[in-house]
């Protein structure tokens, strides 16, 4: 009698787990929402939900192409650096006019990309490695290219970090559009069956017959254009490029909305939903920390007892 | 198998190759920044023009040091070596300002000036100094990017009687026996010259928001603590409700004062701790429809685009912490291999910008 009255309970705890790991981030913020809506001053305002949507905008971007690389159980540890290589490239060619430039500093993240996964796939160099030594290389070169800080007049960007379409800001729109098409690539497409198939097991995967490597190129690829968007859009928004501080820590933001949506780090599952619920996530806490003006350091304590909840959440899990 | 893989391994290198070349060829070939486009050539003079108005600096404390009390032994600058170790990479204006002014500073006066750069790294620096005099440099101007760790380089230095001056940051060490002065700026007192603009510009009356600098650094604390006092003693009817941390950076600072014009939207004025983040501050008020003036603005550094800006309207004032260490610099290693006292501390003039000065004194920004 108790014996079974126990195995339910676990049953039920096992099933509370689950869905705690699986709508928890949904959860949480849903919880700082009514947080906010009951103790913060306007914060039920559409200028307000603009500005955290567009803060955000940039961190879900890179979080996106960062969910497919943990996707194949590898990260992409570069993705700061593409964001600087971006905006000094935007910087250079905006000679050129805004499309141009914009051009050629998503080609420029793609190379990166390119570089990574080849370095990955080919050479078989460990994706934390590959990823960290062009981590370094980017911001270097993105230094090389633009020194310092230089002003953005161009119209065009301008228009593109500030404008909005039925009261949109461009910049939201383009992430929202980036995670639908991600989301889909994962669900729907071949490419993204292969993408999980080889995360949950990279030799099944290869006896398999899947194009393995053709697969890591891709994704790495991918991430480093949408780094090189996010760092375009960065850039639009701040009217100026700054390769010396833009998109430093992005890489630990991004792998922080990944987790906290609730990917693995194990690979072979990508969430793009909670993915773009974990950078929500983290951008309310922080503004909710900054508005109530609390020392800053609590913002990086509570982002840790967040990604701790989240990791906590995940080995419950891994071990059923 | 192996000469497959092999040959993919291969071809994988050169594809990498060929594509990391072509990016290269591409990105150094056919940049053509908005500059380029629109062919407007500034005037190449940075830094070192501005030099000599800010020459003048006022020795503090009053303690002295002299060649006899230094040891070593008198003589002519003209002849002499002089060595510059710069701390950072000149990636910022003010880095480049510093580095522009000694060397201006140094050709002026006919001096050979032997450079070099820590890249951000405290150990390359000191390597670069052991450089230096290795290289024959009789005396030395430092730009430390540590003020502790210099012992090896000081007892070395000391065993030649080679003259250090420091500039912007001081080395932990007695003054007159480790290095002959320090050149730098207050920055307790900058905060309190931005805190009296600012009183100025809201009436001393409001509320103030505050962007500070980054954590665990000592111009932020000290920036913070001059403004606070001087607030506080002046002006009770000027509030501070906000603190938040903009790093120094524009993008940060933009943040931030994002969400504090959304939470707070009555802020009479925003002290920014650096120029950047002021910078960024206009960026957010600007999105959020607010025009020129609605919030008053100080900040301290004195770069060219925060001028623009008190001549734009958007900032009230703008505090300079002055780079231009040439000329005291080399005064001071005149005065000193001559034989004449000079003090140990230097506290280097800074000026600052208004609304009427900022347009006559646009060029003399860094």
């Not at chain 1, 980017?138 to 065009?156: E, F, N, S, Y």
């Not at chain 2, 190449?44 to 009053?62: K, P």
């Not at chain 2, 008020?285 to 603005?297: E, M, N, S, T, Y």
């Amino acid at each position: 009698m108790t014996q079974l009255t126990l195995g339910r309970v676990t049953a039920d705890r096992d099933r509370l787990r689950r869905l705690l790991q699986d709508y928890g981030v949904y959860l949480g913020v849903a919880v700082l929402l009514l947080v906010n809506v009951a103790f913060t001053p306007h914060f039920l305002s559409a200028e307000n939900f603009r500005t955290q949507a567009v803060q955000v905008a940039p961190v879900l971007i890179v979080a996106l192409g960062m969910a497919l690389a943990i996707g194949t159980e590898g990260v992409d540890l570069s993705v700061g650096s593409v964001m600087a290589l971006a905006t000094s490239l935007v910087s250079l060619y905006l000679g050129y006019g805004p499309w141009i430039a914009l051009l050629v500093a998503v080609a420029g993240g793609l190379v990166v990309g390119l570089a990574n996964g080849s370095l990955i796939a080919f050479v078989g160099v460990q994706p934390i490695v590959a990823t960290l030594a062009l981590m370094v290389a980017g911001r270097g070169l993105a230094l090389v290219l633009l020194p310092q800080l230089k002003q953005v007049h161009d119209p065009g960007m301008a228009a593109l970090g500030s404008g909005a379409v039925l009261g949109v800001p461009y910049l939201v729109l383009i992430a929202a559009g980036l995670a639908l098409l991600t989301a889909f690539v994962v669900r729907r497409t071949t490419f993204g069956r292969q993408l999980l198939a080889l995360g949950d097991s990279r030799p099944a995967a290869r006896l398999a017959g899947l194009p393995v490597r053709r697969v890591l190129i891709l994704v790495y690829a991918a991430s480093g254009a949408f780094a090189a968007v996010a760092g375009v859009l960065a850039t639009a928004r701040l009217t100026a490029s700054d390769p010396t501080s833009l998109g430093t820590l992005m890489e630990l933001s991004a792998i922080t909305a990944v987790v906290v949506g609730g990917t693995p780090l194990s690979g072979g599952r990508v969430r793009i939903g909670g993915t773009v619920a974990g950078a929500v996530l983290i951008q309310l806490l922080t503004a909710t920390l900054i508005k109530h003006d609390l020392p800053p350091s609590w913002t990086q304590i509570a982002q840790a007892v967040v990604i701790v909840l989240a990791v906590y959440a995940a080995r419950e899990r891994g071990k059923r | 198998m192996k000469p497959i893989s092999s040959l993919r391994r291969t071809s994988a290198r050169a594809l990498l190759a060929t594509g990391l070349i072509t990016s290269l060829a591409l990105v150094s070939g056919c940049a053509k920044s908005e500059d380029d486009a629109a062919a407007d050539k500034k005037p190449a003079a940075q830094g070192g023009s501005g030099g000599a108005a800010a020459a003048s600096g006022t020795g503090a404390g009053g303690r002295t040091c002299t060649l006899d009390a230094f040891g070593g032994k008198k003589l002519d600058l003209k002849n002499a070596t002089v060595g510059f170790s710069q701390s950072e990479k000149e990636a910022n204006p003010f880095r480049i300002a510093e580095t522009a002014s000694l060397k201006a500073e140094a050709e002026k006066r006919g001096i050979k000036l032997l450079t070099a750069n820590g890249q951000s790294q405290f150990s390359k620096q000191i390597s670069d100094v052991q450089d230096l005099i290795a290289k024959g440099a009789d005396l030395l101007v430092i730009a430390p990017l540590n003020s502790d760790g210099w012992q090896p380089v000081l007892s070395s230095a000391r065993a030649r009687h080679i003259p250090i001056v420091t500039v912007d940051r001081k080395i932990n060490g007695t003054a007159c026996k480790d290095y002959v002065s320090f050149i730098g700026s207050d920055f307790v007192e900058q905060g309190r010259r931005a805190a009296d603009r600012m009183i100025e510009a809201t009436g001393g009356k409001g509320e103030l928001a505050i962007l500070l600098g980054a954590a665990g650094n000592n111009v932020t604390t000290e920036r913070t603590k001059g403004f606070e006092q001087r607030i506080e003693e002046k002006a009770p009817g000027l509030k501070v409700v906000f603190q938040q941390t903009g790093e120094f950076s524009r993008e940060k600072g933009q943040s931030v004062t994002e969400q504090l014009i959304q939470s707070k939207p009555g802020i009479d004025g925003i002290y920014a701790e650096n120029d950047e983040m002021g910078l960024g501050a206009v960026n957010a008020l600007k999105g959020a429809g607010k025009q020129p003036g609605d919030v008053k603005i100080v900040t301290v550094d004195g770069t060219r685009s925060a001028v623009q800006g008190i001549v734009d309207g958007w900032i009230d004032g703008v505090i300079e912490s002055n780079p231009r260490f040439g000329p005291l610099a080399f005064q001071t290693l005149d005065a000193f291999t001559k034989g004449q006292k000079v003090p140990q501390d230097i506290v280097i003039k800074d000026s600052a910008y208004t609304k009427d000065n900022a347009k006559a004194d646009l060029a003399k920004a860094y």
